[in-house]
Every structure is written in structure tokens, then in C-alpha cells.
């Protein structure tokens, strides 16, 4: 699902200084893995997570998703495969705090066309799959940070992606509402989604089927 040869990011913060913050990473995650990328503050996981999900490109190397050589796409291809193939799930939850849970979680298939009746359907069936059937109308702020992360996953789950993107996703949470998030990676996991789980926490690695750990831009 995802392949990824010799890949290097160089970032210039200022005239004449450069910083690599990736430096020759090479991996590979096969479709329906659990993988956790693995790494302190500074590793280079996060601009990892941001080439692997689109967000970025890399300055070197060469990165296959899904069969498709992500380097030659544009800015316009690189946001399709995002819409079609990438859920992300944030440490901050990333949702729009004017919008309630259920407009959340219908963002990325507005963003695909999908018709109305048919965000609303699928939208009610992944807020009961969180466990948040009666809160679909609530605003963020009126959500625990453990509700809120629940209604990321309902997101992911409605988009219906074959990969996830998951970085720090307990990273706000108490330890029960963690579990609980976990558990729901864990449960995508086992529809056949494949998860890529970012973080620095090695008792959540450890429950992935794989730990790639990353330290000064390297795979160790």
C-alpha cells in the first residue's frame, strides 16, 4: 500500500541553512497493517506523516502509494488521493469549531460529491459506530476532548478510506479516553483499513502489528 525508497527532506528555515529533517528513510506498509511510526520530539515522524499523507513532497526519493508514483502529481492530484484514500485523524482534532459532529464527520464527502441524502446516511451510521448517535448536533465545544477525537474517527469512518492517518491521537486524551481511541483504531484495523499510528507513546506503539522507529530523520 505504501512504498518508500531513499526519501529525503531538506527544509531551508533561513539564507544558507539547511536542515534534513528526513535522510534516507526507506519502509514499506502492506495493505491492512497496523504500523506505528515510532519517535521523540524532532525525529522527523511528523514530516514523514506529511509525506505519506500528501501534505508534503519530499526533496529526494521516491514514494509509491498504492501503486502510484506520488512525486509526479500535482497539487490538484495530490488533493484527489487525499479525498479518496486518506483519513487523517490529528492529535488537536482538527475539527471546525462552527460546525456540529455530524458536519464534521460530512466534510470529506461533501468535498467528494456526495448527495445529500446519502452524507446524511452515512454520516448517522458512523456517529453510532463512536457512540455518538445523540450528539450529532452538538458543537465541539460542547464535546469532552475524548467525544471530540470520537467524532475524527466518525469522520474517518464516513470518508471510508483505505488508509489512516492517525498522529498522536491520544496526545490530548486522559488515559480511559486513550484506551477508547485505540481500541476504535484497533476496530478500523480489523474492517481492513490500514493505520498508520504516529507517536512518541511506546505502550500505544506496541500494540501495532509493527513498531518502524525514527530518530534524526533515520530509520532505526
Known sequence: MIRIKELTKIYSPSAGQQVKALDGVSMEVREGEFVAIVGASGSGKTTLMNIIGCLDTQTDGEYFLDGEDISQLSSSQLSRIRSEKISFIFQGFNLIPTLTAAENAELPLIYRRIPAAKRRETVMRALEAVGLEKRG????????????????????????????????????????????????????????????????????????????????GRIM
Open 137 to 216: 448536533d452538538h458543537l465541539p465545544a460542547e464535546l469532552s476532548g475524548g467525544q471530540q477525537q470520537r467524532v475524527a474517527i466518525a469522520r474517518a469512518l464516513a470518508a471510508d478510506a483505505p488508509i489512516i492517518l492517525a498522529d498522536e491521537p491520544c496526545g490530548n486524551l486522559d488515559s480511559r479516553a486513550g484506551a477508547s481511541v485505540m481500541e476504535m483504531l484497533h476496530e478500523l484495523n480489523r474492517t481492513g483499513k490500514t493505520v498508520v499510528l504516529i507517536t512518541h507513546d511506546n505502550g500505544a506503539a506496541l500494540t501495532a502489528h509493527r513498531q518502524v522507529r525514527i530518530s534524526d
